[in-house]
Nanobody, 123 residues
Framework: QVQLGESGGSVVQAGGSLRLSCAVSGRTFASYAIGWFRQAPEKEREFVAFINWSDEYANYGGSVKGRFTISRDNAKSTAHLEMNSLQPSDAGVYYC????????????????WGQGTEVTVSS
């Protein structure tokens, strides 16, 4: 069992920055990935980024590439999502998720999910 807890969601003005965190606890595999996904009202869950915990390989969704950075703090078992140049289209509930092995852009491949943290971007 793996537990995930997101934090850092807030209201921010367009053009601003925000940092989300995902605390990972429980029995993790030696090789795993943490992914970030977001969901806006009446929209499907969208891939944002993932990071492979062991080698820190990262991959990003096209709409956030160049603006968002995913990282991990191994000592604190926490993944971070640094979000810059935020736009109203970035608003939604952000979820982190756990997947054994390498990361994926497909949410169905992730085994455990956090409760989500809400990001609101005002124009």
């Amino acid at each position: 069992q793996v537990q995930l807890g997101e934090s850092g969601g807030s209201v921010v003005q367009a053009g601003g920055s925000l940092r989300l965190s995902c605390a990972v606890s429980g029995r993790t595999f030696a090789s795993y990935a943490i992914g970030w996904f977001r969901q806006a009202p009446e929209k499907e869950r969208e891939f944002v980024a993932f990071i492979n915990w062991s080698d820190e390989y990262a991959n990003y969704g096209g709409s956030v590439k160049g603006r968002f950075t995913i990282s991990r703090d191994n000592a604190k078992s926490t993944a971070h999502l640094e979000m810059n140049s935020l736009q109203p289209s970035d608003a939604g509930v952000y979820y982190c998720a756990y997947k054994p092995g390498a990361g994926s852009v497909w949410p169905d491949l992730y085994d455990y999910w956090g409760q989500g943290t809400e990001v609101t971007v005002s124009s």
